[in-house]
């Protein structure tokens, strides 16, 4: 089956901690995308990756790391310089950054106490 | 303003009614346009996107585009209980490189 997987499904962690978030892809996606979500919010776009070994700041980037080293894998890394990391955090994929219908995985939520 | 406006709801419906979601963006260079669906806790599921003017249709979903009012709305036809979720419009803009999500429209379908 294609898709998009997150791990863990929840993390919990103590503030001052950096921590990763896991996004894999198995549809030959060339382009990623994570997104953040707040209670009763929309999505904010955090950082997106169109191409492996090249990304892009988002919105919201500040306090969030990215990699794209293989074209199935977009860890995304919030540092402890992120002010409010507790949140819904899912990734996305399109076929390419021009087609743009994006497709999301299950998302992991975390919670910094 | 915010680029892309939903009105955050509850829009309660009785069971077999048309729902009527409506969104407006204001970027007017914007050439895609996407509904998700969001059940709670769960992520979104892409269940329509339009790029032209008019309407597209799919099963009970009708999305409608109109460029020049800079809106797009979506209608959910014989609506069930199930279709009870958090609504999410995206628009993708001029410079073509992301998608910008509205707040959401909750909507509620009562037996």
Redesign the interface.
């Known amino acids: 089956d294609g898709g998009i997987t997150q791990s863990p499904k929840y993390l919990f962690r103590k503030e001052g901690q950096n921590v990763t978030l896991s996004c894999e892809q198995n549809l030959n996606h060339d382009a990623m995308?994570w997104?953040r979500q707040d209670p009763?919010?929309?999505?904010?776009?955090i950082y997106?990756s169109?191409i492996v070994n090249d990304f892009?700041k988002?919105d919201i980037a500040e306090g969030y790391s990215v990699s794209r080293e293989k074209k199935e894998s977009f860890p995304l890394t919030v540092t402890s310089a992120q002010k409010n990391p507790t949140a819904f955090y899912?990734c996305a994929s399109s076929m390419s950054?021009?087609y743009?219908?994006?497709?999301?995985?299950?998302?992991t939520r975390l919670t910094v106490t | 303003q915010k680029e892309?406006e939903q009105n955050?709801g509850p829009l309660s419906v009785p069971e077999g009614a048309i729902a009527s979601l409506n969104c407006t963006y204001s970027d007017r260079g914007s050439?895609?346009f996407?509904w998700?669906r969001q059940y709670s806790g769960?992520?979104?599921?892409?269940i329509m996107?339009i790029y032209s003017n008019g309407d597209k249709e799919d099963g009970r979903f009708t999305a409608q585009l109109n460029k020049a009012s800079q809106y797009v709305s979506l209608l959910i036809r014989d609506s069930q209980p199930s279709d009870s979720a958090t609504y999410?419009c995206?628009v993708?803009g001029a410079a073509?490189?992301?998608?910008?999500?509205?707040?959401?429209t909750r909507v509620l379908v009562k037996p």
């Open positions: 995308y997104y009763g919010q929309g999505l904010r776009l997106y169109q892009q988002g899912l950054q021009a743009y219908e994006q497709y999301f995985g299950p998302g | 892309v955050s050439q895609s996407f998700y769960k992520s979104p599921e892409l996107f999410l995206a993708n073509g490189n992301k998608l910008t999500f509205g707040g959401g």
